[in-house]
């Protein structure tokens, strides 16, 4: 099946005026310009913060350009962070310093790295970059026959003479570019390039990833995931209070005790209960792009507040209009219910106490699944997981150790929820808001609209899709690590509170249950697809990547995510 979405009708246009840091991105990777300037991705790396503390004062507006009339023989020059524009050119360019004398004036672009050892001292991309502020300064009457690069690590300046030839090839340059953003097509991946490694947008681009899956060649290089202490913030003091001093949260629990968190330490804040965020800090946190998780005092997943969300209108496209064809929404959902009973299958036998998982039971599973790629419509498939579902829970209670008399900790006698109606169940339904906050952070991070599904259908304030890409995590994430908690006494008995027949944890259970949560979402698996090792944090932003590109028509089919 082909991409659902085509964009070269009604696709918005590249702006009038290119930046010429545009052009350059695309000079050294087609698909980086496309992803970085049409769909607006963007990640952090140590180079780019690199790159950013490098131009912090080249940045910092100094000095004057003056107009190309005025600028005399005797007339010295020495002006910082100077933006110049063209309509004629279409471009538009911040120039880091220019200088000036005897007439002439030469652009100076500052470069964090070392000067390169290849011909001429400067890699292709920023020979056009230079070019292409050498032609507007050109355009607004200077006198320029040349740029310079100045590489900041060797501080060693390289002239770059811009004649016709680089004037041709820069000119072609920005005309590709615009046809490339005009087609709405993305360029494909990279194969085996040494460029990738070492891109900010190497997990957003996921070249290795694409083409193994198309041709199944090409050994994967594995991710290269940053190693960053950042995790989520949980606050559940009530009446507490969450405010921001400097580079620090400061959280107020109901008795006035304070305790401080680094913002560099936090990725996301987590609300439960009657918690006061004063302005100040959802300012700062929406800046960062750091998200606050709403959630009540019971764990109920009530929405998250974000900055002003992910630019990505190309994947949102595509994700309307697949689900509005009901055979995507099947084959989707075919293939998630498949991955959910496939692992809920696994979790069963490595963990079925005493004889270990009849053999009749695997196979019983392995009929549902064959079943479930069967199916012909939605609620066909819903039977079929209603089914495999009713036979785990069934067997749930086989995971849980037994002490000297036979007797597990908790009773367990069937799913149960609305209100959950004993201690095990209590815990399953923490545990599955739990992951669906954190399936609707991810997604709205990615760039999906998390309300619109393809197996569950759209219903006021549900998170259709998070709750589609949840389910074959169930058993791996929340349903794992409610045994974990259960068999190794994390939890007790006096760690649930009974209000009418509904049973829910209270504030010493949510804080072991949610540390036994967070433990498994940084827990390191082996992808069975691409053979890396990745945490779990990390496995749900590439499988949602992964459905974006199965979208937009780049994967034939949606890899899901099944252990061995």
Sequence with gaps: MGSIATFSEGHAPFPELL????????????????????QGEWAASSDTVEGTNVHRRVDQRKGKLPKAEDVEGDTRIHARSITLSSEGLGLIAKLDLVEGEKGEVTP??????????VEGGVWEPERVQLALQVLLLREHGYSCTGGIIYFVASKERVPVPVDK?????????????????ASGTMPPPLVGSPKCPRCSLVGICMPDEL????ERTQDVRPLAVERTPALPLYVQAHHGKVAKSGETLVVEDGDG??????LADVNSLVI???????TPTLHELMQREVPINWHGYGGWFMGHTTGTGHKNVELRTAQYKASFDEAW????????????????????????????????LAQEFKQLIAKSARTESLGELLGIEGAAAAKYFAHFARMFSTNDEGTTRFDFNGRNRRPPADPVNALLSFGYAMLTRTWHQVLSGVGFDPYRGFYHQPRYGRPALALDL?????????DSTVIQVINNGEVAASDFMQAGPAVNLNEAGRKAYIAAFERRLSQEVTHPVFGYQVPYRTVLELQARLLGRHLLGELEENPNFTTR
């Excluded at 083409?211 to 198309?214: I, R």
């Excluded at 005790?257 to 680094?262: G, L, S």
């Excluded at 439960?272 to 004063?278: D, E, P, S």
């Excluded at 036998?349 to 053999?359: H, V």
Aim: aromatic letters at 8%; a positive charge.
């Design 211 to 214: 083409n193994f899956a198309k």
């Design 108 to 117: 100076v672009d500052y470069k964090r790295g070392k000067r390169p050892h």
């Design 257 to 262: 005790n304070t305790t401080k968190v680094r």
């Design 165 to 181: 030839d680089l004037e041709r090839q820069a000119l072609q340059a920005v005309a590709d570019m615009r046809a490339m953003g």
């Design 19 to 38: 930046p010429a840091r545009m052009v350059n991105e695309y000079v050294y990777c087609p698909r980086l310009s496309y992803l970085m300037w049409v």
């Design 272 to 278: 439960l209960g009657n918690v006061y965020v004063t």
């Design 329 to 360: 929404c099947l084959r989707i959902a075919q293939g998630l219910v498949a991955a959910k009973i496939a692992n809920a299958r696994t979790l069963l036998r490595r963990n079925w106490k005493d004889e270990g998982m009849p053999e009749e």
């Design 470 to 478: 949840m389910e074959p995590f169930r058993p791996l994430i929340v």
